[in-house]
């Protein structure tokens, strides 16, 4: 069974740091492209950074600068690292196996996985 458990969540100032995780478990992370998502209350959901099997990154323009895309392929594990976070980037973060590239982004299928979400609240 495929699981994408995502957590690192929490509530913290502005200008601070948080760090997700996404433990994947039934696959390898490393044979995929793997992407997280951002829920804004109110909002749809959207891409904000992935990166492909060949370790390619990619960002949304709100968050280059300060967000990396990282994975361990030992831990099997994809994370985002989030530094200067700012109050428009509260929302649940989701990540997502992704086998559909556009050119600029890799987005999942209907057949990819989706990690449970993990709720990031920026406020002070």
């Known amino acids: 069974e495929v699981q994408l458990q995502a957590f690192g969540g929490g509530l913290v100032q502005p200008g601070r740091c948080l760090r997700l995780s996404c433990r994947a478990s039934g696959l390898n992370v490393a044979n995929y492209a793997m992407s997280w998502f951002r829920q804004a209350p109110g909002k749809e959901r959207e891409g904000i950074s992935c990166?492909?099997?060949?370790?390619?990154?990619y960002y949304e323009d709100s968050v280059k600068g300060r967000f990396t895309i990282s994975r361990d392929n030992a831990k099997n594990t994809l994370y985002l690292q989030m530094n200067n976070l700012k109050p428009e980037d509260t929302g649940v973060y989701y990540c997502?196996?992704?086998?559909?590239?556009?050119?600029?982004?890799?987005?999942?299928?209907?057949?990819?996985?989706w990690g449970q979400g993990t709720l990031v609240t920026v406020s002070s």
């Open positions: 997502a196996t992704a086998s559909i590239y556009t050119g600029d982004y890799y987005y999942p299928s209907e057949s990819d996985y």
């Open positions: 990166i492909s099997s060949h370790g390619r990154l």
